[in-house]
């Protein structure tokens, strides 16, 4: 199963390890190990594509899955096992207000 990214996913990442990097002095090691813990989380949704929490409203049709030391991790996705593929509108951490920013990122422009 392919993942398909939002473009705006990359974005999420480079915040979240300068993030890490400025509240944490400079611990760059601290940073790429909360990216192995996404890798890890993407990797057990390919594994489990329609496994999460189903949401409503605005994002009805999605899933999220908490994860990571804490469960500070939020990756918000969205199954289609007709393209065999798995869409991630965002990755979030700590306290970030995944559910605004997933309201914007339904669109794929596929």
Known sequence: ???VRHPFVDRDLVALVDHIV???NGD???AAWRLDEIDE???????TPHSGVRLSGALNG???RHGGRGQRITIVFRS???RDCF??????FG???WMTEGRVRQSFGQ
Not at 87 to 92: K, M
């Open 41 to 47: 989380m993407l990797a057990a949704i390919q594994d």
């Open 1 to 3: 199963m392919r993942v």
């Open 62 to 64: 999605w899933l999220v």
């Open 95 to 97: 306290g970030q207000d």
């Open 22 to 24: 400025e509240v944490s």
């Open 87 to 92: 869409f991630v509108a965002l990755v979030a």
């Open 28 to 30: 760059f090691a601290t």
């Open 80 to 82: 289609d096992p007709d």
